[in-house]
T-cell receptor
Framework: EAGVAQSPRYKIIEKRQSVAFWCNPI?????LYWYQQILGQGPKLLIQ????????DSQLPKDRFSAERLKGVDSTLKIQPAKLEDSAVYLC?????????????FGQGTRLTVV | AQSVTQLDSHVSVSEGTPVLLRCNYS??????LFWYVQHPNKGLQLLLK??????LVKGINGFEAEFKKSETSFHLTKPSAHMSDAAEYFC???????????FGKGTMLLVSP
């Protein structure tokens, strides 16, 4: 079974520029998550989708971050404009079904450096 | 609301000695609990999960964890550390509501020869 695919793997941008990340979850997985992992910290949830609906975006900085999940499959996360503190690894994960019992599968992440 | 506290930011052991990584959780519902491992520049990999079946859970690479409801703990153990176990370990809680996954801050396991 193919895993969660993310691109790009690395991105370096200047502050105030915009950037977008892409995630392709495992086929058939209804739940999709975007996490932000700052160096030395645990992943922090940015947004959770159930199919193409948003379940939780309470920690998403909506003045600069946006995310969508087209047709309940692929997802993109955008930052505009980027700040220095956005430097982090952005992780996408997917999970089958709605229940809490199943494990989530994570992509390799996109490492963003804002200079 | 759910939360996870990993009690140690770093744990150092010698190869061949036991490993104990501590995790306490808080959840409004009967939770599911997970341990994930993250090797440098690698993705997060599931070690084991508790989902209200047996309280002692066995995972990959000889790791196991015990769910103790009375202590709200889910500590990770391994009888004998190997050099390849050096990595960062995350305890994760998921409640039965919207299945949000909440991570602890992580414990870095250092293994010396």
């Amino acid at each position: 079974e193919a895993g969660v695919a993310q691109s790009p793997r690395y991105k370096i941008i200047e502050k105030r520029q915009s950037v977008a990340f892409w995630c392709n979850p495992i086929s058939g997985h209804a739940t999709l998550y975007w996490y932000q992992q700052i160096l030395g910290q645990g992943p922090k949830l940015l947004i959770q989708f159930q199919n193409n609906g948003v379940v939780d975006d309470s920690q998403l900085p909506k003045d600069r971050f946006s995310a969508e999940r087209l047709k309940g499959v692929d997802s993109t996360l955008k930052i505009q404009p980027a700040k220095l503190e956005d430097s982090a690894v952005y992780l996408c994960a997917s999970r089958k079904g709605e229940g809490a019992n199943t494990e989530a599968f994570f992509g390799q992440g996109t490492r963003l450096t804002v200079v | 609301a759910q939360s996870v506290t990993q009690l140690d930011s770093h744990v150092s052991v010698s190869e061949g000695t036991p490993v104990l990584l501590r995790c306490n959780y808080s959840s409004s519902y009967s939770p599911s609990l997970f341990w994930y491992v993250q090797h440098p520049n690698k993705g997060l990999q599931l070690l084991l999960k508790y989902t209200s079946a047996a309280t002692l859970v066995k995972g990959i690479n000889g790791f196991e964890a015990e769910f103790k409801k009375s202590e709200t703990s889910f500590h990770l153990t391994k009888p004998s550390a190997h050099m390849s176990d050096a990595a960062e370990y995350f305890c994760v809680v998921s409640d039965r509501g919207y299945s949000t996954l909440t991570f602890g801050k992580g414990t870095m396991l250092l293994v010396s020869p």
